[in-house]
């Protein structure tokens, strides 16, 4: 299984950006699909995750600004970014929870690449 993200730059504080990690590769279901971010000298947090079944999970920083979405057909998760502020800016991972390429197989876990956000002010 092979992650694509997409969809990061360079920004000013109040504009939007759309995240995209596309899974390929065999995939029978995908549990979890989330985002997370790392900026400079701190440790990675989940920014937001949306289970198979569409509920979702934010962190309160990113509460009525950030909205997740996932596309089960297409194995892609997206995560849209509306009235970004400075302290948006890091490199965002996605991640996917619990892949499984047969109904019998154990779920993995995998991380995409990081993309980078930067939010100038």
């Known amino acids: 299984v092979q992650l694509q993200a997409s969809g990061g730059g360079l920004v000013q504080a109040g504009g939007s950006l759309r995240l995209s990690c596309a899974a390929s590769g065999t995939i029978f279901s995908i549990n979890s699909m989330g985002w997370h971010r790392q900026a400079p000298g701190k440790q990675r947090e989940l920014v937001a995750s949306?289970?198979?079944?569409?509920?979702?999970n934010y962190v309160d920083s990113v509460k009525g600004r950030f909205t997740i979405a996932r596309d089960n057909a297409k194995n892609t998760v997206f995560l849209q970014m509306n009235n970004l502020k400075p302290e948006d800016t890091a490199v965002y991972f996605c991640r996917l929870e619990g892949v499984r390429g047969a109904w019998y197989q154990a779920g993995r876990d995998y991380w995409g690449q990081g993309t980078q956000v930067t939010v100038s002010s």
């Open positions: 949306i289970t198979t079944v569409g509920s979702t």
